[in-house]
């Protein structure tokens, strides 16, 4: 499975770890709709370091991600933007925030 970190790259991971980054999606929504800013930087910060364990595709690589996520240190309101522009056929791991 590929996973771009939004302003960062694209990692390699195992399928297996669809239902752990699944998992943090659900927490990383969560937060968002709370408005819970400080939960949403330490969920973010799990999640893109669970992406990080993966395998790092070289830059001049560019393939197709199954999942996108912002970058670590992305806010709230940033992400709120990026979604309201998203392109609605775009899947990313905040998909329904």
């Known amino acids: 499975m590929i996973v771009r970190i939004l302003g960062e790259g694209q990692y390699e991971l195992p399928a297996e770890e669809l239902a752990a980054l699944e998992n943090l999606d659900q927490q990383l929504n969560s937060a ?22 993966g395998r790092e595709l070289p830059a001049s690589t560019i393939v197709p991600s199954e999942l996108t996520v912002p970058h670590e240190g992305s806010t709230l309101d940033e992400l709120r933007r990026l979604l309201s522009e998203e392109d609605p056929d775009t899947e990313a791991v905040t998909e329904g925030a």
């Open 32 to 53: 968002i709709e709370a408005g819970d800013e400080g939960r949403f930087d330490a969920v973010l910060a799990e999640l893109t370091a669970k992406i990080r364990q």
